[in-house]
């Protein structure tokens, strides 16, 4: 089998070169296979989220331009991991909300969930009001994703930069919400009802 250089895959990938395509699913594809398996997925969640990699990748090059300071593989395998940590999540709010659904709660579980949902609604309205860039990076944050990959993920010339990124995104998404009087209202009630 050839190899190809990162600057090789790129170029294949733009111009949608099969040799290429057909190289990168035999070198990536196995690893990508693999995390999903062991992390509560099938092969038709690896197939799914590889395709999905790609394409998020081929994006990136033809809309912005890529330059890997990393392998290929690792650049596809962590843009991969991101899409399924993604998917993860999206299931177990799917799954809360139908548990939710089956059981009958009494008064002090609903006001808590009332409560938490409120919470949940003010951290939804501002983290909306967050760049594009600053709720990308939260998101890899709150799913533990690492400084490491969040800067390959991103683009960064180094993980400082990702630290930096992620604490001035954090700082500003707690900023709103602290200021907002909905969240001093809600502060009150719990403080009342404790």
Not at 39 to 50: K, S, T
Not at 75 to 101: D, M, P, Q
């Amino acid at each position: 089998m050839r190899e190809y250089s990162a600057i090789d895959i790129i170029s294949g990938i733009a111009r949608r070169k099969d040799s290429v395509i057909q190289y990168v699913y035999r070198s990536c594809y196995p690893d990508v296979r693999k995390l999903i398996l062991t992390n509560g997925g099938n092969r038709h969640d690896a197939e799914d989220v590889f395709q999905e990699g790609l394409v998020k990748v081929y994006q990136k090059i033809t809309e912005q331009g890529l330059e890997l300071n990393c392998k290929f593989g690792t650049y596809l395998y962590s843009v991969c991991r991101f899409l399924w940590l993604n998917e993860l999540e999206k299931r177990k709010i799917k799954g809360r909300e139908t548990h939710a659904a089956e059981n009958i709660i009494d008064d002090q579980t609903a006001n808590n969930r009332i409560r938490e949902n409120a919470e949940m609604n003010l951290y939804e309205k501002h983290f909306k009001e967050l760049s594009k860039e600053c709720r990308t990076v939260l998101n890899m944050y709150f799913r533990k994703t690492s400084m490491e990959e969040i800067c390959v993920v991103m683009g960064y010339k180094n993980v400082q930069i990702a630290k930096d990124k992620k604490y001035r995104c954090k700082k500003s998404l707690t900023n709103k919400i602290y200021s907002n009087p909905e969240y001093k209202k809600l502060q009150n009630e719990i403080h009342l009802a404790g």
